[in-house]
């Protein structure tokens, strides 16, 4: 009987246990659950430039923009394309904003044969057209909430903010896994432009 009983005191303090861990709110899976982004990690900011053999096929992307239109890469070929990943949430991200703004305004200024394209993530597309609007970005973003867009850019954006630069075939030359500054964004485009093999 006494062995029952012990037993038994094992078995529920055993269950006790195991609810104690399923239901940690720190845990990594009721984060990823709660959907809060609490172990978000950034980019480290490293830089880099693909030599033109070993870049990988065309990137093909073609979405709904934030603002409810359609977009497509292919659009872009036969000049440098900028993607940008990034989303709201991302204090990075937010951070880079008015950087990017001004690559895409001198860039334009200057006439180079440049697109610029956002690709929004994690959040919905009425959240990122706001977030544009009120940061005065001009260039479009698609928006991305599941993640998809992200998959066909080959694993070169895993974390956010990322930003690429593709070549006018559309193969990614360069990229930056974080915070991106103009000057080195333009210095990529125009790598890419010239034709540099980095």
Do not use: H
Request: aromatic share 4%; hydrophobic share 40%; proline share 5%.
């Amino acid at each position: 009987m006494k062995r029952a009983v012990t037993t038994v005191v094992a078995l529920v303090a055993a269950v006790l246990m195991l609810g104690a861990c399923t239901s940690d709110p720190n845990s990594v899976a009721n984060q990823a659950k709660d959907g809060d982004r609490k172990g978000y990690v950034s980019g480290d900011g490293s830089i880099e430039r693909i030599a033109v053999a070993r870049r990988g096929p065309a990137v093909d992307l073609s979405g709904t923009t934030v603002d409810g239109k359609k977009w497509s890469s292919a659009g872009a070929r036969g000049k440098a394309l900028v993607v940008n990943v990034w989303g709201s949430w991302c204090s990075p991200c937010v951070a880079e904003a008015p950087a990017l703004q001004k690559a895409w305004s001198d860039l334009s200024t200057a006439r180079k044969p440049v697109q610029f394209i956002g690709i929004d993530v994690q959040e919905s597309a009425a959240t990122g057209a706001a977030f544009l609007r009120s940061r005065g970005v001009t260039y479009p973003s698609l928006t991305d909430q599941p993640g998809v867009l992200v998959l066909s850019l080959q694993g070169k954006a895993v974390s956010t903010p990322t930003t690429l630069v593709l070549d006018p075939q559309g193969r990614i030359a360069g990229r930056v896994n974080g915070e991106v500054t103009a000057t080195t964004l333009t210095d990529l485009v125009d790598d890419v432009l010239s034709g540099a093999t980095g």
